[in-house]
Nanobody
């Protein structure tokens, strides 16, 4: 069974930076899509950044130029570098992976979420 474990959240002042990590474990043949979502209190979950197997990326307009998604294929890990953080970036951040397991079954799994709080 494929699992995702996130880390790197915390409290940061406005203008600061954080890097989130999401490590995938289990029997994985390939990962075709890696995504970071976030959900702020009282709001719906939204897609923040996405990366395909071909390394093309997409970002929400609200984070373009400030956030960068990257991956380490050897470690099956995806990162979200967040710079110039704003209070409105405060949310629980979730990673999501879609791919093919060693059993040749597709998987679509989520991490447990990590809280990012931007406040002075």
């Amino acid at each position: 069974q494929v699992q995702l474990v996130e880390s790197g959240g915390g409290l940061v002042q406005p203008g600061g930076s954080l890097r989130l990590s999401c490590a995938a474990s289990g029997s994985i043949r390939s990962i075709t899509q890696l995504n970071w979502y976030r959900q702020a209190p009282g709001k719906e979950r939204e897609l923040v950044a996405a990366m395909s197997s071909g390394s093309s990326t997409n970002y929400a307009d609200s984070v373009k130029g400030r956030f960068t998604i990257s991956r380490d294929n050897a470690e099956n890990t995806v990162y979200l570098q967040m710079n110039s953080l704003k209070p409105e970036d405060t949310a629980v951040y979730y990673c999501n992976a879609v791919g093919l397991a060693g059993t040749l079954r597709w998987f679509d799994v989520w991490g447990q979420g990590t809280l990012v709080t931007v406040s002075s």
